[in-house]
């Protein structure tokens, strides 16, 4: 759905013609009908004859689907529709999307504009629990925060505290006792940035604590940490590294009492298929050609394709001829490709440019894994195993059903 609704926030219309209704659980859908019919009213006095067609044929898009549902869903329900310009004037095409939200919606609302209002529905889908890390040893720190695949360091903290003297005598006891305050004041700082860091986390599911030597658990024992935020540990593990390394190692480390994070999903689902590339067990294939043949077969279990991989397969035609050309592109692109193509004529006729047809690689592999009852994972980019997946496979990979 993430996904859907990035496609869905890309569309753009020539002027205010693009519906987003959002309709809360509970809500009747003859009063939605009402409200529609009185909106077709006020469409008329649109001044564009263009827009005022597009608006009204819209408008009856929807009604027609809401005919069609009935009753609204229990979590509410969201429609998106609206007139997409395919080329010059008059080549809009009416797009309609229908949406049973993942969580109840309580929101009604109404709106035509030149784009589509997404924004309720991505907060919707946005992870919110996080984790919180703290690396640390007598030399330094690291605090982290892990939101969904996101691993975000949000303070290094040194602690300029030297290391143990080897005189002996009265000179030792005193260079200890000093070295000893100077590790309570280390200790409290790291303390106070961590608290300050995740105190502003309302779903914290909890911290791991890591580090080489015994440092860790001096801290956690000491009451340097807020008192909200030390029941909260959920881990206490041996790192060999501080820094983002022992963040790194602390998450592989702790992943079991964090299996529901996204990042460590992924990293399962890259090493699973790397497990069967080793064992050469032939359910480990690559490569976009011999993953699409085995795709379209039906033998895919799972396929796993980075969202770096997220390229737009453009097709445009001649709006009289028979002249045609593909052209691939980012999706930041598109716009400008949009006002490219108005304004081009046919390098064989001189007619007018239409696009006549959008489709990104993820959008292709999604319809073929669902027509081919395959499961597809998409990866980001940030973690270890997403750059795995991109630099090393070229983004798109499968595991293979058992024959």
Same mark, same amino acid.
């Given at each position: 759905?993430?996904? $859907? +609704?990035?496609?869905?926030? @890309? /569309?753009?219309?020539? #002027?205010?013609?693009? &519906? ?100 309720? $529905? +991505?907060?919707?889908?946005? @992870? /919110?629990?996080?984790? #919180?890390?703290?690396? &640390?040893?007598n030399s330094e720190a690291t605090i982290a925060l892990i939101t969904g695949r996101t691993v975000e360091i949000k303070n290094e903290i040194t602690s300029g505290v030297g290391g143990k003297t080897r005189k002996g005598g009265q000179s030792a006891r005193r ?37 080489p030597g015994p440092t860790k658990e001096e801290f956690y024992e000491g009451e340097y940490l807020h008192y909200q935020l030390k029941p909260k540990i959920i881990a206490i593990v041996d790192t060999s590294y501080t820094g983002t390394q022992g963040v790194k ?106 696009i006549e047809a959008v489709e990104g690689y993820i959008d292709k592999y999604e319809r073929l894994a669902r027509e081919t009852g395959s499961k597809i994972e998409i990866i980001g980019y940030e973690s270890e195993e997403g750059k795995i997946l991109y630099q ?12």
């Amino acid at each position: 759905m993430r996904h $859907l +609704l990035r496609r869905i926030a @890309e /569309k753009r219309g020539r #002027g205010t013609e693009l &519906i987003s209704l959002y309709i809360p659980a509970g809500r009747q859908l003859s009063e939605v009908m009402s409200t529609l019919r009185e909106e077709y009213g006020k469409a008329s006095n649109i001044k564009s004859r263009t827009t005022r067609k597009n608006v009204q044929d819209a408008i009856v898009k929807v009604q027609q689907r809401l005919k069609i549902i009935g009753k609204t869903p229990k979590n509410g329900l969201v429609i998106f529709c609206g007139a997409i310009p395919r080329g010059p004037p008059g080549s809009e095409v009416i797009e309609t999307y229908v949406i049973i939200p993942p969580k109840p919606i309580n929101l009604s609302y109404y709106s035509c504009d030149d784009k589509f209002y997404v924004e309720p $529905l +991505l907060e919707m889908l946005r @992870e /919110k629990k996080s984790y #919180g890390v703290i690396v &640390i040893d007598n030399s330094e720190a690291t605090i982290a925060l892990i939101t969904g695949r996101t691993v975000e360091i949000k303070n290094e903290i040194t602690s300029g505290v030297g290391g143990k003297t080897r005189k002996g005598g009265q000179s030792a006891r005193r260079y200890e006792r000093l070295r000893e305050s100077e590790l309570n004041q280390y200790y409290k700082r790291v303390g106070t940035h961590a608290s300050e860091i995740f105190l502003n986390q309302p779903e914290l599911g909890g911290i791991i604590l890591a580090g080489p030597g015994p440092t860790k658990e001096e801290f956690y024992e000491g009451e340097y940490l807020h008192y909200q935020l030390k029941p909260k540990i959920i881990a206490i593990v041996d790192t060999s590294y501080t820094g983002t390394q022992g963040v790194k190692e602390a998450l592989r480390k702790a992943e079991d009492k964090i299996k529901d994070m996204r990042i460590i999903e992924e990293k399962k689902l890259i090493q699973r298929f790397l497990e069967e590339l080793g064992k050469e067990s032939g359910l480990a294939v690559y490569g976009q050609e011999e993953v699409e043949r085995n795709l379209r077969m039906g033998k895919v279990d799972t396929l796993l394709i980075s969202e770096k991989l997220d390229i737009l397969v453009v097709k445009i035609k001649c709006s009289s001829c028979e002249y045609n050309e593909t052209r691939n592109i980012s999706r930041e692109d598109l716009d400008t490709l949009r006002i490219e193509v108005s304004n081009r004529e046919c390098p064989k006729c001189g007619s007018s440019l239409l696009i006549e047809a959008v489709e990104g690689y993820i959008d292709k592999y999604e319809r073929l894994a669902r027509e081919t009852g395959s499961k597809i994972e998409i990866i980001g980019y940030e973690s270890e195993e997403g750059k795995i997946l991109y630099q090393g496979f070229g983004g798109i990979v499968a595991i293979l059903r058992h024959a």
